[in-house]
């Protein structure tokens, strides 16, 4: 079964810019969409944006387009999450997800 691994989260500044990796286990990566999710704390875990297997089309939250970006790289089996113009509001633990699976997740604190 595929697994899915996030990093990058960190502590970041508000307008600060972040980019989350998801890794995935095996090549199966590059036939399924990539989606991306976060849940802050007290709050129900959010679709950020979903990404087709070619990376050809991508889909956003509005609470996000502008500001985020899906990118993926099926040769690494590897997912992006590129972020800028960060603000508190963004503080959640990211998740990478593909099917059922998800990652386990990686936390993103923005804060001054």
């Known amino acids: 079964q595929v697994q899915l691994v996030e990093s990058g989260g960190r502590l970041v500044q508000p307008g600060g810019s972040l980019t989350l990796s998801c890794a995935a286990s095996d090549s199966s990566f590059g036939t399924l969409n990539m989606s991306w999710y976060r849940q802050a704390p007290g709050h129900q875990r959010e679709w950020i944006g979903t990404?087709?297997?070619?990376?050809?089309?991508?889909n956003y939250a509005d609470s996000v387009k502008g500001r985020f970006t899906i990118s993926r790289d099926n040769a690494k089996n590897i997912a992006y999450l590129q972020m800028s113009s960060l603000k508190s509001k963004d503080t959640a633990v990211y998740y990478c997800k593909q099917r059922s699976i998800w990652g386990q997740g990686t936390q993103v604190t923005v804060t001054s």
């Open positions: 990404t087709t297997p070619t990376g050809a089309y991508t």
